[in-house]
């Protein structure tokens, strides 16, 4: 089995002869230039949005997606919850000496299917080797950025008393595939990830309801690090009912189990929305016509002015409670 | 001594006061939020560049440099030597559990210097953190956007016979300073790095000759990667007089005590460019004016038609002969 060396970082032939047949191989000869990308006419009109995004989960593959395509999705979610198209990615890579070529030329094979399936292209890109046990393999940058559409303001300082809190999908499927897929565990069928790419929908949802003050991806923290990141940006008190949450089964089995919240598990291709609540049906049905958006739903309202930003969980059992802040102390490396 | 914990990159309570406490109180508020900068106006016209670097240098400090500046000027370089520039750099980091804050901080304040330095800023960023053994302290990735200037176009194919090569200044450095500071080195008197922000003199060069048809930073496998990359792209044989080329006393001592060629060492400040004859003065001229350019010097010339790419070497004794592509295998974690 062909591995990595720590030549192949030197700048010499080596490392020529990874690129050729590694990394433009795959994406083509500019990535393999240590020079910048021009982007020729990219940027006619419009704002630039720009975004980065380290990806160092383990495993490398899980159920539902790899390194590779968290790293591309990453990027590209981060870029369309600003409302901003992709245009163009840069990716960084830091590979540990002895990396099985096979696991790389998998891996770069899956960021290009993620790069096509969104229509955007690596543009540049950095290789790096340091030696055994200086990383875990592999780890990627990767840096995007994207036009924002005309006439969209993704600002939580507008969102209104009233406006709707909605989740494009079920939740929590990211930290449970990964987890278990890192324990050995299974939870009653196989728990996949719900990475996916969140552009299709943004666009969708912004273009049917292009007064939409806030979106945001809901990864590290999960959807209670949003709702609180809300709520104090905003200063409003937020209000979500648990019963309205999409949980699918056997996450929730899982997490039953396991003693972890649903609300606080990453996910890679969901997004939270407020939208006025004259426009939850548009946007609710923009969303519908997107295989990433299983059972979206509206989970909250907006309430009061509030400094402090307080986020209330309405309970099954009717019970109004406060939702902490996760502490961040469970599943590390989960993106 | 506070220390990084697993849980400053969980997306909870303690993430964000680290990216408040530690990134924010650097860069400002925008870097610390998950979604993408937003750079209005920043491109009304001029084409896009766009470039990364992944920064895994050891030590982290060394003389006349740090990882900080590295990850800065690494992406500031490559958009010099395309012609652009800077407009906004992105900001990706790998923690290590039990990374001391104190080293955190002294790199992010080193990182944002340099950025002042050059009139550009940190715009977005990511932050994870990998269990105690995962990483070896701290890894960065750098990305950069730059517009590149009219009229400007570098391209290796642009190269003609009897342009002339030059350097931007003495070589070899930045590999000797990080070699003796890993090795408790030192050779005469200590030999700094040359790392440094090369936009200014890239400006002044391209303002004086905007004929100049190639320009590359010398970073990873030196001067000779550079020479071989660009022989091969341009399909010509380039001549180099081994005694013009500018190498420092003690940069010569070292390299003659461990056996290293200055040329295949990595530069961090310097680049190699290729002017028409009637334009040498002119380009010397710009890269005097400039701190980081002491001792630029014509070194070579551009030859005949050569597929293969051929990179001669004339010795101090008057011999001719080709010039080694460098293996890379020596000095692993240069940048």
């Known amino acids: 089995m062909k591995r990595i060396q720590m030549a192949h970082g030197g700048g010499g032939r080596l490392m020529q002869q990874l690129l050729r047949e590694h990394v433009a191989a795959v994406f083509g000869e500019p990535v393999m230039h240590h020079d910048g990308a ?30 590779g395509k968290l790293a591309v999705y990453g990027a590209v979610n981060d870029l369309a919850v600003t409302g901003a198209r992709p245009v163009a990615l840069s990716l960084a890579l830091v590979l540990e000496e002895g990396l099985p070529l096979e696991t790389l030329d998998r891996l770069l094979a899956s960021v290009k299917a993620a790069a096509d399936e969104v229509g955007v292209s690596v543009v540049t890109g950095d290789t790096k080797v340091v030696e055994r046990g200086g990383c875990d393999r592999i780890y990627a940058a990767t840096t995007g950025i994207g036009r924002r559409l005309p006439g969209v303001r993704i600002d939580a300082r507008r969102v209104r008393e009233g406006d709707r809190v909605l989740l494009s999908g079920d939740i929590g499927r990211h930290g449970v595939a990964v987890l278990s897929a890192r324990e050995g565990l299974s939870f009653g069928g196989a728990v996949e990830s719900d990475c996916a790419p969140l552009w299709g929908p943004a666009l969708d949802l912004l273009t049917a309801v292009p007064s939409a003050p806030f979106l945001r991806d809901c990864t590290r923290g999960g959807v209670a690090a949003v709702l609180h990141e809300l709520a104090r940006a905003a200063g409003v008190s937020v ?20 003693g972890l919240d649903p609300m606080s598990l990453a996910c890679e291709g969901r997004f939270l929305a407020v939208v006025p ?37 309405t309970t099954a059992f009717g019970q109004e409670r406060p939702l902490d802040y996760p502490s961040g102390e469970h599943l590390p490396r989960i993106c």
């Open 38 to 67: 021009v982007l020729v006419g990219a940027m006619a009109d419009g704002e630039l949005v720009m975004t980065t995004d380290a990806s160092v989960v383990t495993p490398l593959f899980f159920p539902g997606g790899d390194l």
């Open 239 to 258: 209000s979500v009912e648990e019963a309205s949450v999409p949980v699918s089964e056997p996450v929730r089995g899982a997490c039953a189990i396991l």
């Open 277 to 313: 609540p004259a426009h939850v049906d548009a946007a609710l049905a923009a969303l519908s016509e997107h295989s990433q958006c299983p059972g979206a739903a509206v989970v909250g309202t907006i309430g009061a002015a509030d400094p402090g930003g307080a986020v209330w969980l």
